[in-house]
């Protein structure tokens, strides 16, 4: 009796000291890069033979990396997507404005006791309280108040890399002294890191790197930091390739940087980061592949247009690190991905199109449901899974079917090459494009208009 006793008690000390160390445990932090115009095929892991990203190749040598990671083909479709983890089709307004009424990660993230700060490339509004209406506290941001340009001899000046016009905190600031406004960034994101290390935080680092203008890096042989700016919009175009694959490495050695200082301030086993991009490669960059020369096709529904690199790493919650997964990842996942690694709600009346990756970090991935994806863009949509992919206008016309057998593999199929199962899967896709174009617009209607 004593004995059942004393081990009951045993199994009582158990069950609350396990219930202590949940209770008290602190939250896990966020860390969310993406990277601006840089492809799946720009990163070394992925294959990419141009471009060396040694510190992303660890995070994924350490974490996981997936192979079937889509955005949307180009820069403010994917910065709306990504944040309020909607399909376009619901909640897309125009270029570079986000809906006033819409609801961000950040917002649900913030209700959970988090520390919020954004840096990088905002293309949102250019309201001066956008990042913090947004549910930002902190935010060091270029084009957000203003274009980010600038005029001199009557040519218009692009202002984002060296000696950038940023805004701090809704604060104009120009920087004349040979700064580099990516570098300027990630300064700011690792002092938020820094300041708040005792405490849960999300860092949201939308890059203002791979972009164009090409032009040199701070670590390249012809930087030059009295230059104001670049006069042309795809920048050095005598030698882009050179300054895309030094403007790569520069973005893998702000990772570093970040994953560095997170180290330092003694909270890197229990950061969840996050590295993806926002859409593919810009069109005049050639990039060698695993034996293959891929020409970037930003802009377009195809595999260049919006295949990414995507990297999750979390030291202290990823089973069996190392790993490869193709399991489809796009950009409505990372809301529920966040909320559930946080212990945040999803916001009120979420329509449910982005699924968890919580299952794979976990290595459970066949608890996790994600048989296609879809993307809504400029009047066409795309509707795909890991092998095959329907792009049409929104009305269903102009189809047009691909199989692929890998990254950068596709090939269209007429309806006279097709198998049962391939007319089957085509009319499957095509029900679900009719099926959200009915939802056009329904999550801003009775909202557009909020302050």
Request: aromatic share 10%; net charge neutral.
């Amino acid at each position: 009796m004593i004995v059942r006793s004393l081990a009951t008690l045993r199994s009582l000390t158990v069950s609350w000291a396990l219930f202590l160390g949940v209770a008290f445990a602190k939250p896990t932090n966020v860390v969310l890069i993406m990277a601006d115009d840089m492809g799946f095929e720009a990163m070394s892991a992925n294959g990419s033979e141009s471009c060396q990203t040694p510190n992303l190749d660890r995070l994924a040598a350490t974490g996981i990396r997936f192979t079937n990671a889509f955005s949307n083909p180009i820069c403010t479709p994917s910065r709306v997507k990504i944040m309020t983890g909607q399909y376009n089709v619901r909640n897309y307004v125009k270029f570079g404005k986000l809906d006033r009424g819409q609801t961000t990660f950040a917002h649900q993230l913030k209700k959970a006791g988090y520390a919020t700060s954004i840096a990088g490339k905002w293309q949102l509004g250019n309201e001066k309280d956008a990042p913090q209406h947004f549910g930002f506290e902190q935010s060091c941001l270029w084009q957000h108040t203003r274009t980010g340009r600038s005029e001199k001899d009557g040519e218009r000046i692009d202002r984002r890399f060296v000696n950038p016009l940023l805004e701090i905190n809704g604060e104009e600031r120009d920087f004349t002294n040979g700064e580099y406004g990516p570098q300027i960034c990630a300064d700011f994101i690792c002092d938020f890191i820094e300041e708040n290390k005792d405490k849960p935080f999300l860092v949201y680092y939308p890059m203002i790197l791979t972009h164009c203008p090409f032009d040199p890096t701070p670590d390249s042989a012809d930087w030059d930091p009295k230059r104001l700016g670049s006069a042309t919009y795809k920048g050095d175009l005598k030698d882009p390739q050179r300054h895309f694959t030094e403007m790569v490495a520069y973005t893998d050695k702000i990772v570093g940087q970040i994953v560095k200082q997170l180290e330092e301030s003694g909270i890197r086993e229990n950061t969840l980061l996050i590295f993806t991009g926002d859409n593919g490669t810009d069109r005049p960059i050639v990039t060698k592949w695993n034996g293959k020369r891929i020409t970037g096709k930003k802009g377009a529904m195809a595999d260049a247009g919006h295949r990414v690199p995507m990297v999750a790493n979390w030291p202290a919650g990823i089973e069996e690190p190392g790993r490869v997964s193709d399991d489809l990842f796009e950009f409505s996942d990372i809301m529920p991905t966040l909320c559930d690694v946080s212990g945040a709600e999803l916001p009120e009346g979420d329509p449910g199109d982005g699924t968890s990756i919580l299952p794979i970090i976990q290595n459970k991935a066949e608890a996790r449901r994600k048989d296609h994806i879809y993307v809504w863009y400029r009047g066409q949509i795309m509707v795909r899974n890991r092998k095959y992919s329907l792009v049409a206008k929104t009305d269903g016309s102009d189809s047009k079917f691909t199989r692929y057998d890998g990254p950068f593999d596709g090939e269209k199929i007429t309806s006279r090459d097709q198998t049962e199962f391939e007319r089957e899967l085509q009319s499957r896709f095509d029900s679900i494009r009719a099926k959200m174009e009915k939802t056009r617009l329904s999550s801003v209607a009775k909202k557009r208009g909020q302050k």
